[in-house]
């Protein structure tokens, strides 16, 4: 399994990113996929889930009402629309797939298995 990010950049606050990750040898029926971010400094944290399979969706706290998580099953592609940015949301963002519908039960890291390499979102 193979994930690819793309889409980071620099954006002021108040503006709009979408964040793509393209995913190969992966199925997307009943399985999990996730965005997760780590900033300098602190832990890796969860920022939203979908099941591949229903597209029932979770978000952290921290960026609901303000980010939305979508897929595309006929690309194999998972999406991040982030919009209000704030400088707190700067962060190595990654995506990550899981197996199996209980990896959604949560947004912990041990529940997913594959990660992709990362791509970093400034609002400054």
């Known amino acids: 399994v193979q994930l690819v990010e793309s889409g980071g950049g620099l954006v002021q606050p108040g503006g709009s990113l979408r964040l793509s990750c393209a995913a190969s040898g992966y199925t997307y029926n009943r399985n999990c996929m996730a965005w997760f971010r780590q900033a300098p400094g602190k832990e890796r944290e969860g920022v939203a889930r979908?099941?591949?399979?229903?597209?029932?969706?979770y978000y952290a706290d921290s960026v609901k009402g303000r980010f939305t998580i979508s897929k595309d099953n006929a690309k194999n592609t998972l999406y991040l629309q982030m919009n209000s940015l704030k400088p707190e949301d700067t962060a190595m963002h990654y995506c990550?797939?899981?197996?199996?519908?209980?990896?959604?039960?949560?947004?912990?890291?041990?529940?997913?298995?594959?990660w992709g390499q990362g791509t970093q979102v400034t609002v400054s």
């Open positions: 979908i099941a591949t399979g229903s597209g029932n969706t």
């Open positions: 990550a797939a899981g197996l199996g519908v209980l990896a959604c039960s949560f947004l912990r890291e041990g529940d997913f298995r594959f």
